[in-house]
């Protein structure tokens, strides 16, 4: 925590997938800092005792609640479907992994933790090398990854990233359906189809709490500051702007020459762990998960990815002697011969024919 210059984590949102001994630790070394839960983890513990469409809908409906009635709402019709549920449920602190409840501090209102995912996925590579050649494959990638987005930002004019943009079209849409109403100055009354919302422009804020959670206006705020004639984008947070994401990439990651010409020193040489040879089938690489979780990924809809001879070919000769199963086609190996799949045949080692 001193490395990064914080003492006891204040001002700092961790988020954990509630590992026992992780969130021990973080209340020692940080214990001013904000946690938050994976929800896509609690959901998978969850469905593992109550399973069901009516469960998946109300579970993801009550964390994305920004206000606390429309959380208790939903959970209340979780207790109508099952009380063991709603107590499952409600023994995990809601400041831990509903919107409603979270700080706003950090201007998110992430409540899954894709971004460990993703580290993970990309460090695969590195994962199982020695140590010291671990951490500088991961040096290198940050370097490398600083150094793009510094220059890949360097001839963009706008004021604010284009993801700010994207989302105030969006709120743009939500606020025709709002009737703004003023109190006075800077207070608002707005009226939708589900709900009244109470809009202070001076603090900022809105009774749905998005704004102050996120930092760009909500449908209802945006609906008053048009209505006021002034500009939505001068109520966004700085920290979506173009000069914080600079100053984010600013201060880079130093290249380094290799090791050979490492400053040596007396110390003793760190050698290796003895290597011995286990019994058994050696253990894939991969990150164990969750149970549940392989069966979940099977329904996630994906973009329609465009197969062309070209991608195909690379990746037979990058695994020559190979054999590459239809699994690009097909959700199983059914065995036998691989089936025509839109004009192209996959053979062993020869990558692919058209035919
Ligand atoms: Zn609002």
């Known amino acids: 925590m001193k490395d990064i210059g914080h003492h006891d984590g204040e001002g700092l949102t961790l988020m954990s997938d509630r590992q026992k001994g992780l969130l021990d630790a973080i209340s020692v070394v940080s214990s001013k800092a904000e946690v938050r839960f994976c929800a896509r983890h609690i959901w998978a513990n969850f469905k593992n005792k109550f399973s069901g469409t009516a469960y998946k809908d109300l579970f993801w409906a009550a964390p994305r609640s920004t206000t606390k009635h429309w959380h208790d709402s939903y959970m209340a019709e979780i207790k109508e479907l099952n009380?063991?549920?709603?107590?499952?449920?409600?023994?995990?602190?809601?400041?831990?992994?509903?919107?409603?409840?979270?700080?706003?501090?950090?201007?998110?209102?992430?409540?899954l933790n894709n971004l460990c995912e993703t580290f993970n996925a990309v460090i695969r590579e590195a994962r199982d090398k020695p140590i010291i050649?671990?951490?500088?494959?991961?040096?290198?990638?940050?370097?490398?990854?600083?150094?793009?987005?510094?220059?890949?930002?360097?001839?963009?004019?706008?004021?604010?990233?284009?993801?700010?943009?994207?989302?105030?079209?969006?709120?743009?849409?939500?606020?025709?359906?709002?009737?703004?109403?003023?109190?006075?100055?800077?207070?608002?009354?707005?009226?939708?189809?589900?709900?009244?919302?109470?809009?202070?422009?001076?603090?900022?804020?809105?009774?749905?709490?998005?704004?102050?959670?996120?930092?760009?206006?909500?449908?209802?705020?945006?609906?008053?500051?048009?209505?006021?004639?002034?500009?939505?984008?001068?109520?966004?947070?700085?920290?979506?702007?173009k000069a914080k994401y600079l100053a984010t990439y600013s201060?880079?990651?130093?290249?380094?020459?290799?090791?050979?010409?490492?400053?040596?020193?007396?110390?003793?040489?760190?050698?290796?762990?003895?290597?011995?040879?286990?019994?058994?089938r050696p253990k894939s690489h991969k990150r164990k998960k969750e149970a549940g979780e392989d069966a979940e990924e099977r329904f996630v809809k994906r973009g329609k990815s465009r197969i062309t001879a070209q991608t195909v070919n690379n990746?037979?000769?990058?695994?020559?002697?190979?054999?590459?199963?239809?699994?690009?086609?097909?959700?199983?190996?059914?065995?036998?011969?691989?089936?025509?799949?839109?004009?192209?045949?996959?053979?062993?080692?020869?990558?692919?024919?058209?035919?």
Not at 346 to 354: F, I, S
């Open 83 to 111: 009380e063991d549920a709603y107590n499952y449920l409600s023994d995990i602190p809601p400041v831990h992994w509903c919107r409603h409840a979270f700080g706003s501090n950090s201007r998110s209102n992430m409540l």
């Open 133 to 241: 050649t671990c951490l500088d494959w991961i040096r290198r990638y940050v370097m490398r990854r600083n150094a793009e987005k510094w220059e890949g930002i360097q001839k963009y004019e706008g004021r604010f990233m284009p993801f700010v943009e994207k989302v105030l079209a969006w709120v743009y849409e939500a606020s025709l359906n709002c009737i703004v109403c003023p109190s006075r100055l800077d207070e608002w009354e707005v009226e939708t189809a589900f709900d009244r919302h109470v809009v202070d422009l001076k603090e900022l804020t809105c009774t749905c709490f998005r704004w102050e959670l996120t930092g760009i206006p909500c449908p209802h705020a945006y609906a008053c500051i048009v209505k006021k004639r002034w500009r939505p984008e001068d109520f966004v947070h700085e920290c979506y702007s």
């Open 251 to 280: 201060p880079h990651i130093k290249p380094m020459p290799g090791m050979k010409q490492w400053k040596k020193t007396d110390l003793p040489r760190p050698l290796p762990p003895l290597l011995r040879k286990m019994p058994g």
């Open 315 to 355: 990746q037979a000769t990058t695994r020559e002697s190979a054999i590459i199963h239809l699994v690009l086609f097909s959700p199983r190996n059914q065995g036998g011969i691989p089936p025509r799949t839109h004009g192209l045949l996959l053979t062993e080692t020869r990558g692919l024919q058209e035919f």
